[in-house]
């Protein structure tokens, strides 16, 4: 099964990544607080009076960041909860054709498929509401206990 979705392509590293474009709210710059996160590559920011959690792809994913160089961050959004994600490089808009993934990579975290790129290189396509429950979860404090309501 394939599907077609206006995407916003990102880089890390030398794997390219696509968001699908209606959960992308803005691009920044990757706010200072970030880099002083007690553990490196997960934690919260302040965007505008708004505390978001945040990680970087790279180490998502694990992979090494780079040293140094102009990173950025991609808030995007699953319906009210929005989450920052640090990437290398922001290439903009990009149509793109879904093709799932085989279960050899089902061990990915929120990714929801791959696409072809016009060079030949293949990116990832990310699954956006798991990748908002999973930076939720990682960047609750520990030792918090989640309590289920009773139905």
Known sequence: TLAIIDGFLTCVGDTYYVLPMEVVSECIDVPPECAQSPQPGVGYFNLRGEVLPFFDLARLHGL????????????????????????????????????????????????????????????????????????????????????QPEI
């Open 64 to 147: 090494q960041p780079p040293p140094a160089g102009r990173r950025s961050l991609v808030v995007a959004r699953d319906g009210q909860t929005r989450i920052g994600l640090i990437v290398d490089k922001l290439h903009g808009e990009y149509q793109t054709v879904i093709k799932p993934l085989s279960s050899l990579f089902r061990h990915l975290r929120a990714i929801a498929g791959s696409t072809i790129l016009g060079s030949g290189e293949v990116a990832l396509v990310v699954d956006v509401p798991a990748l908002v429950h999973y930076a939720i979860e990682s960047t609750r404090p520990a030792g918090h206990v989640r309590v």
